[in-house]
T-cell receptor, first 113, second 114 residues
């Protein structure tokens, strides 16, 4: 079983649309959760951290459900510049032992005019 | 600019050649990582270094070696390149080994082995 599973996409939406991505993770001990954005032929960049209470950053809203081990990202009023691959990321929660992040395979979003 | 610097950005190797990918960070991070990214496979961890002086294997270490030269630098070596190692390689760093605050990535090295 993979550590992080994501909707594979692709999602193709018009400008102004609202789009949601979902992700599940397998390790109940995971402590940190993120959404990364990766543009074509570029490195992944941190979009936002995800907190238990949910958090918002402009048009982006992230939610975490620890009981269901489920993470979501909502993008409102999509822009052409939102076109990218979105990676769901969790840490392995091993605390003081060697830790690392696990990356989902990503969901590709294309916003068209 | 502060961040993670990888060199080279592009490389073409012949099968059997060796090379070292360089990575340096100037953010005083303790932990560093090497990933490869292939179409449809996502990011796969090759090796990581939780702190200066330690290194550990990730998911796909075969064919690679690493050196944590100092706190700033973490290199990846291909001793005898194979076509299966054609990929995009990303170096990343994090403040500490639990990665509670995420990673910062370098811009990548595109490697082709012919």
């Amino acid at each position: 079983r993979k550590e992080v599973e994501q909707d594979p996409g692709p999602f193709n939406v018009p400008e102004g649309a609202t789009v949601a991505f979902n992700c599940t993770y397998s390790n109940s001990a995971s402590q940190s959760f993120f959404w990364y954005r990766q543009d074509c032929r570029k490195e992944p960049k941190l979009l936002m951290s995800v907190y238990s209470s949910g958090n918002e950053d402009g048009r982006f809203t992230a939610q975490l459900n620890r009981a269901s081990q489920y993470i979501s990202l909502l993008i409102r009023d999509s822009k052409l510049s939102d076109s990218a691959t979105y990676l769901c990321v969790v840490n392995d929660g091993r605390g003081s032992t060697l830790g690392r992040l696990y990356f989902g395979r990503g969901t590709q979003l294309t916003v068209w005019p | 600019n502060a961040g993670v610097t990888q060199t080279p950005k592009f490389q073409v190797l012949k099968t059997g050649q060796s090379m070292t990918l360089q990575c340096a960070q100037d953010m005083n991070h303790n932990s560093m990582y090497w990933y490869r990214q292939d179409p449809g496979m996502g990011l796969r961890l090759i090796y990581y270094s939780a702190s200066e002086g330690t290194t550990d294997k990730g998911e796909v270490p075969n064919g690679y070696n690493v050196s944590r030269l100092n706190k700033r630098e973490f290199s990846l070596r291909l001793e005898s390149a194979a076509p299966s190692q054609t990929s995009v390689y990303f170096c990343a760093s994090s403040v500490e080994h639990t990665a509670l605050y995420g990673y910062t990535f370098g811009s990548g090295t595109r490697l082709t082995v012919v």
